[in-house]
């Protein structure tokens, strides 16, 4: 390893010139092929360290590995790049976008290779950021590729940086097919670029040790012919044994088949109502006219994986219940593939392992809802940008249905449709905000696992949960009312705890008689002529034919912050727990948590506001 600040030297193998080479416009450049050292400032860690992968293209050409220091407040990265021509773009954006990127460029003009912390305006067109925030700590060449170490702290307040936090975070990446001139030359939106969605700031919680008594069980397809289209989602249904008794399940990992990392996106495996004592064996696209409609009501959620994540773990103390009396012996595995080249003849047996024993541990875990009620009252105007929907789970349900002692939030599953943009859950008691549940201000319904919580959120009775989801609808035309179609929306969290109360459903809506004056405001406020007051309209007929207008915006919006609503707080099967439920007022908060401020890394010294050189020597040809 070199000292900090010297010049890496590379070598590229026989072939034209790079003078030639940058002569060729538009033909693939062979620069960058063997490499024998590089090393800049820090010291690049190893293999063992870098836990998390994940194929950023369809084709596999690029992997990414990294990990994360809390401690550190950082992350090192590293970056296979298995088919590199002239150089390669790395980055990340607010929704995936090549437009206003945080990026890192590896790049030639043909005689000099540079690595630089860059930026992209909302032309696409690249910059020099002038404040060196990712640190390079290596570059060297393996059998497999070209492999680039670099660094970043979570956070630079540096106002062209992207702040890394908790949730989702869009990747952006794409390969130079030929030298440019400069960084400046370069243009993010004229180039092959991609879109990857992870969660990169893993929990770092110990790992429990399984019971000795452990089982496994895998639910994958059974080696399938991948559908030669972008988007497939493919239903699988599994039988348990008869007569399997209760066990708990203590952990679960993904099963991917080798070959298919970059098409398989994201599964999820469900149980069916015990009240369906049969179930047909299906395995095929879940659109399929041939797919048996009672599998629609397997939605019990076993367990999920999405790119990116690791085996999920059950606390010491708690299982997922499954098998036994009150339970049903059928699940349903639900597989989607993402394969934007639409290949042909590849085939996949990949599905979800799950690890369970029969020692049943201290407590059940269970799985309960927050948010919004499934219903066409909650929606949100057309061309809004960030409208916000919120649902309740009230102090008078938990002081009703949950235990004396509480209960433990540990894992959480954020979900919306497509409109959803942010989404939030936060745990308030005797009117004070107190901490974040879980939170993505960059979420995206392509992209949804249940993750584990950094910390245990501890819920005792009359706490309040409070779930807020963001919604931008500025493609569409029409109100987008809630429900269970994927063009209507959903905002809901969830939640994974224990130990497992009978309370699976804590959410709320508008009251419908509120929403009912809305509409009959917004009809004297124009003429009375606009909004369907026909016997019996439907509550979609009238948000359809309202005139969205800055005043009918803005009303509904504060109709959403003061109406009363109606609870649903639930036991399985829409049973509510007894108690008046209608024309609750909404929770009072008095005082709520503050944005977090960024904190700003130390510097050991002003970072150069210039690429860094890389030298390259060898023969010229």
Not at 21 to 37: C, D, E, H, K, R
Not at 496 to 504: A, I, N, S, V
Request: hydrophobic content about 35%; charged content about 20%.
């Amino acid at each position: 390893m070199q000292a900090p600040g010297r010049c890496c030297h590379w070598a590229s193998l026989p072939g034209p010139s790079m003078r030639e080479a940058a002569s060729m416009y538009g033909t693939a450049v062979a620069i960058f092929l063997v490499i024998l050292v590089a090393a800049l400032q820090g010291s690049a860690p190893t293999e063992s360290r870098l836990p998390y992968h994940i194929l950023l293209d369809p084709e596999g050409s690029l992997e990414l590995s990294w990990n994360v220091s809390y401690a550190q407040e950082a992350i090192d990265f590293q970056l296979l790049v298995r088919r590199l021509e002239a150089g390669v773009l790395f980055g990340m954006s607010d929704r995936g976008e090549p437009e206003n990127a945080d990026l890192v460029v590896l790049w030639t003009d043909g005689d000099t290779a540079y690595f630089a912390d860059a930026w992209s305006d909302q032309n696409g067109q690249i910059h020099l950021d002038p404040q060196q925030d990712y640190q390079l700590l290596q570059v060297q060449r393996t059998p497999e590729g070209l492999v680039l170490l670099f660094k970043r702290p979570f956070g630079t307040c540096d106002p062209k940086d992207y702040l890394i936090e908790d949730g989702t975070v869009h990747l952006v990446y794409g390969i130079l097919e030929k030298p440019f001139q400069s960084l400046e030359a370069i243009n993010a939106s004229g180039l092959q670029m991609g879109l990857q969605r992870v969660q990169l700031l893993k929990p770092d919680i110990p790992i429990p040790e399984l019971p000795s008594d452990t089982y496994t069980m895998e639910i994958h397809t059974p080696n399938i012919r991948i559908p030669s289209q972008e988007t497939t989602y493919w239903c699988h249904v599994k039988e348990l044994p008869k007569g399997f008794s209760r066990h708990h399940i203590v952990m679960y990992e993904p099963i991917v088949t080798k070959g298919n990392e970059a098409l398989v996106h994201h599964m999820e495996v469900f149980q069916c109502p015990p009240e369906m004592d049969s179930v047909p064996y299906f395995s095929g696209p879940c659109d399929s006219e041939t797919k048996p409609n009672n599998l629609n009501y397997c939605r019990r959620v076993l367990a999920a994986w999405a790119l990116g994540a690791k085996a999920f773990y059950y606390p010491e103390e708690a299982g997922l219940a499954f098998g036994g009396p009150g339970s049903s012996r059928y699940l349903r595995l639900e597989v989607h593939y993402h394969n934007p080249l639409v290949k042909e003849g590849q085939h996949d047996s990949s599905g979800i392992r799950l690890y369970y024993t029969p020692r049943l541990r201290r407590f059940d875990a269970g799985i309960m809802e927050l948010g919004l009620v499934y219903t066409p009252v909650m929606a949100i105007p057309p061309q809004e940008t960030d409208f916000v929907l919120t649902g309740y789970c009230t102090d008078n349900c938990t002081q009703l249905a949950l235990p004396p002692s509480g209960i433990h939030i540990f894992a959480s599953q954020l979900h919306t449709h497509l409109a959803g943009r942010k989404v939030v859950t936060v745990l308030v008691r005797d009117g004070l905000e107190l901490e974040i549940v879980n939170q993505d201000n960059h979420y995206s319904p392509h992209f949804q696992e249940i993750r584990m919580l950094k910390k245990v959120v501890s819920v005792h009775r009359g706490d309040v949960l409070i779930t807020s989801c963001t919604y931008n609808t500025e493609d569409r035309e029409q109100a987008t009312v809630g429900g269970f179609g994927i063009m209507e929306e959903m905002c809901v969290n969830y939640v994974h705890y224990y130990p497992q109360t009978e309370l699976e459903l804590c959410k709320s809506a508008v009251d419908a008689g509120f929403l009912q004056e809305y509409f009959h405001l917004i009809n004297r406020f124009n003429g009375g002529k606009e909004v369907c007051t026909c016997p019996q309209p439907s509550v979609p007929q009238q948000f359809a034919s309202v005139p969205w207008n800055s005043f009918s915006r803005k009303v509904l919006q504060a109709l959403y912050g003061f109406a009363p609503i109606s609870m649903h707080c639930n036991k399985s099967w829409a049973v509510r727990f007894q108690g008046e439920w209608n024309l609750q007022p909404l929770p009072k908060v008095i005082s709520s948590l503050g944005a977090p401020t960024p904190q700003c890394p130390p510097r050991r010294c002003p970072s150069p506001a210039s690429p860094t050189i890389i030298s390259i020597v060898g023969d010229r040809g």
